[in-house]
């Protein structure tokens, strides 16, 4: 399934965010980013809190873009509806909640709150981990859209801390 996700990143990788960043009244902190081969702008996937350092009831994980520049900008309705948006966010207890990203319907992200902080727990090579970063590496074919490669999940090992990564290859 994992496979799938990468050859429909492909598809969607050439479309460029365009909307202004809106910026909430709730405490945001950053939970991780997925960075392209393609430029250095990346997205931002982050929790929004009460001032009480609970969850917001509405949305609590957001994402957008971080451009070269240092900008923020929303994504836009495709890149929401099929590559880096959420899909859908569920709430499991009261510091936990599963998230599911548009392309990565097959990634379980649970955000939890781990030593007075939330993380996002995932997989990673079957050991359950703090996911950091997600990297896609692709390349432009001749018609000019980008081919999703591979993409690596990056993350800590949640009992030891040791870093710990994945490669997902796309199969040709």
């Known amino acids: 399934m994992r496979l799938i996700t990468v050859s429909l990143l492909s ?15 709730d405490k945001i902190d950053h939970l991780f980013f997925i960075e392209r081969s393609k430029n250095k702008n990346v997205v931002q996937y982050d929790i929004r809190l009460t001032e009480k350092k609970d969850l917001s009831e509405r949305k609590p994980v957001i994402a957008y873009w971080v451009l070269e520049n ?14 880096y948006g959420i899909a859908r966010q569920e709430k499991l207890a009261q510091d936990k909640i599963k998230v599911i990203l ?6 379980e992200i ?3 709150r781990i030593n007075d902080s939330f993380k996002a727990v995932i997989s990673i090579n079957g050991t359950e981990s703090i996911l950091q970063r ?4 692709s390349e432009e074919t001749r018609a000019g859209l980008p081919t999703v490669l591979y993409v690596d999940l990056f993350g800590q090992n949640k009992k030891t801390g040791l ?10």
Do not use: D, M, T, W
């Open 11 to 25: 598809l969607l990788l050439s479309f460029a965010s365009s909307s202004a960043f809106a910026i909430s009244s």
């Open 70 to 83: 240092g900008h923020r900008e929303e994504l836009n309705s495709i890149e929401k509806e099929y590559a």
């Open 102 to 107: 548009a392309a990565f319907k097959s990634l």
């Open 110 to 112: 649970i955000v939890e």
């Open 134 to 137: 997600i990297y896609i590496k």
């Open 163 to 172: 870093p710990i990564r994945e490669r997902i290859a796309r199969n040709n």
